[in-house]
T-cell receptor
Framework: AQTVTQSQPEMSVQEAETVTLSCTYD???????LFWYKQPPSRQMILVIR??????QNATENRFSVNFQKAAKSFSLKISDSQLGDTAMYFC??????????????FGTGTRLTIIP | DSGVTQTPKHLITATGQRVTLRCSPR?????VYWYQQSLDQGLQFLIQ???????AKGNILERFSAQQFPDLHSELNLSSLELGDSALYFC??????????????FGPGTRLTVL
């Protein structure tokens, strides 16, 4: 079974600064996806970024980028030029690839990020 | 807006009762997933349906059941409700299984409160 660990329950950073959220995972699979989802106070789960394990290049989406270290089983999220709207709970999630009928997401416990004005 | 809809947004009921949560996936998505988010258990996968058939089961109680209809909408039925069933229930959908675009998009959730 896969496990996802987010070791930082809470973080805070000043607006416009850069912050990195950590995630590690444990799996024996070689093909999988990793995701970061954001849950703002509205409680909606919003996809932030996705990484395919077979891709060496780190994914980026505007101000959001990841540092994917497959050998270390590490998947951190970097938020640049942080904005007040980035205040949210961030969840790291794992999904096996090409496992028809078992595409469930396994989530970490989340990191509560607060952007300070 | 993810394109996944869930109704109702909020539900307050008493212990022992039965409720039904409804989900409509994004247009074109064949897979529907149900997740439960509670304070003590975090985000837990409950069950997956693909094109009307059950595909995977997670930590779903026997008091809970689900189905996916021919129009692909899904319902999660929770019966003999207990206080501990109070949680946020999410539905997510994706296009299909085992393909590169299989990102799951979440609905806004249904907040269930059992009194």
């Amino acid at each position: 079974a896969q496990t996802v660990t987010q070791s930082q329950p809470e973080m805070s950073v000043q607006e416009a600064e850069t912050v990195t959220l950590s995630c590690t995972y444990d799996t024996s699979e070689s093909n999988y996806y990793l995701f970061w989802y954001k849950q703002p106070p509205s409680r909606q789960m919003i996809l932030v970024i996705r990484q395919e394990a077979y891709k060496q290049q780190n994914a980026t989406e505007n101000r959001f980028s990841v540092n994917f270290q497959k050998a270390a089983k590490s998947f951190s999220l970097k938020i640049s030029d942080s904005q007040l709207g980035d205040t949210a709970m961030y969840f790291c999630a794992f999904m096996k690839l090409l496992d028809f009928g078992n595409e469930k997401l396994t989530f970490g416990t989340g990191t509560r990020l607060t952007i300070i004005p | 807006d993810s394109g996944v809809t869930q109704t109702p947004k909020h539900l307050i009921t008493a212990t022992g009762q039965r409720v039904t949560l409804r989900c409509s996936p994004r247009s074109g998505d064949l897979s529907v997933y149900w997740y439960q988010q509670s304070l003590d258990q975090g985000l837990q996968f409950l069950i997956q349906y693909y094109n009307g058939e059950e595909r995977a089961k997670g930590n779903i109680l026997e008091r809970f059941s689900a189905q996916q209809f021919p129009d692909l909408h899904s319902e999660l039925n929770l019966s003999s409700l207990e206080l501990g069933d109070s949680a946020l229930y999410f539905c997510a959908s994706s296009v299909a299984s085992g393909r590169a675009t299989d990102t799951q998009y979440f609905g806004p959730g249904t907040r269930l409160t059992v009194l």
